[in-house]
């Protein structure tokens, strides 16, 4: 039963209506949708699809590649390339961006994804999902190199898919975050979760704690407070959470708020974070601040970062307003010398290293 439920494709096509282009864009929207079931259907599958395990061969950057993120990648070059809409594609797994074939005509914009995010996961069948960016070139052609260099600012649309109990697509034009849930029997995306807004304040906080011998003080702060809950200067407590899966990680900060740092670290000093900023940072940034919340890099407004590389990274903070807002000034104070010093646990008040 249809009747009074809202499909994802009339809500971009009433979304859009007023702008120039809105029925190329919506038409895009459809096809990204359309990727995005196949995709829902591939993962459920699990075991019995036969898609699971890692190829032998990784991908550009080094990481194991899983024979669901070939597939995927496929599904949605093949889902998309063909309606005349695209200019170009960029994806996590091809080093250089996908040329529209010659047999259909190129149209103005350009669609960049991680279609499998997460994918380690995927074999323990905890939640993965498919990230998407959408830019405008201005006019139809080829895309070259250049087209992609754009900052997330830009973007005109963006969202996810997340493979959860349910799947649900998160979709922001512009015009607030709204959540679409599949609904097996008709096969449709109905607007489960319209203007989806992050609370300002939380007590949640998701990152690798494994990783903090490597992170830097405005992090080892924050984090430390946090654990010291009531009895520091939080005066409340508060949670930790990792699921080592973004899009599972961002969904749960936009149904109730928290707060997810991959932050600038000293693992790998060749590279400046670990997430990819052109199809995980800025979709998911642009998603969040639809909702209310903000993203940085602890620097750096993550939407301005102008990119120079297709696969370059970032490091992310993103979710509920006032905490996002507290870690940029603990970077800002680090940065100017006034901040608090961190005191590590073995060499603190109480330690066995203290005379
Ligand atoms: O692609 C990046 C990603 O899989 C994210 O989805 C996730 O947040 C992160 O990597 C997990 O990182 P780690 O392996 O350090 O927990």
Request: include cysteine; hydrophobic fraction near 35%.
């Amino acid at each position: 039963m249809l009747q009074g439920r809202t499909t994802i494709s009339k809500f971009v096509i009433e979304q859009l209506r007023d702008q120039d282009n809105h029925s190329e864009l919506s038409a895009l929207m459809v096809d990204v949708a359309a990727a995005v079931k196949s995709i829902s259907s591939m993962v459920a599958r699990g075991s019995l699809g036969g898609y699971l395990g890692a190829l032998e061969s990784g991908n550009s950057h080094g990481e194991t590649q899983k024979k669901l993120d070939v597939l995927t990648n496929e599904a949605i070059l093949q889902h998309c390339e063909w309606g005349g809409q695209l200019a170009g594609m960029a994806s996590e797994e091809m080093d250089e961006p996908y040329q529209i074939p010659d047999e259909y005509p190129c149209g103005r914009y350009l669609l960049i994804f991680d279609p499998l995010d997460g994918s380690s996961n995927i074999d323990v069948n905890v939640s993965v999902g498919t990230i998407f960016s959408i830019y405008d070139t201005g006019r139809a052609h080829a895309a070259r190199f250049d087209d992609y260099m754009r900052t997330g600012r830009e973007q005109v649309a963006a969202g996810y898919a997340v493979y959860g109990p349910s799947t649900m697509l998160v979709l922001t034009l512009g015009q607030g975050t709204h959540g679409f849930t599949l609904d097996r029997e008709s096969g449709n995306f109905i607007l489960t979760h319209p203007d989806i807004q992050v609370p300002a304040d939380t007590s949640e906080f998701a990152i690798n704690a494994s990783n903090e011998r490597f992170w830097e003080p405005p992090i080892l702060r924050y984090v430390k407070e946090c654990r010291e809950g009531k009895t520091g200067d939080r005066e409340r407590d508060f949670n930790m959470r990792w699921i080592a899966s973004m899009v599972a990680e961002v969904h749960r900060i936009l149904m109730r708020g928290g707060i997810f740092m991959y932050p600038k670290d000293s693992k790998s000093p060749d590279q400046e974070g670990r997430l990819r900023l052109l199809y995980e940072a800025n979709p998911m940034s642009m998603v969040v601040e639809q909702a209310g919340g903000l993203a940085t890099s602890g620097r750096e407004d993550i939407l301005s970062i102008k990119p120079e590389e297709l696969h370059q990274c970032v490091p992310l903070i993103l979710g509920s307003r006032n905490e996002v807002e507290r870690l940029i000034r603990y970077h800002q104070e680090y940065e100017a010398g006034t901040d608090k010093p961190y005191v590590s646990p073995l060499f603190g008040e109480r330690s066995m290293f203290r005379d």
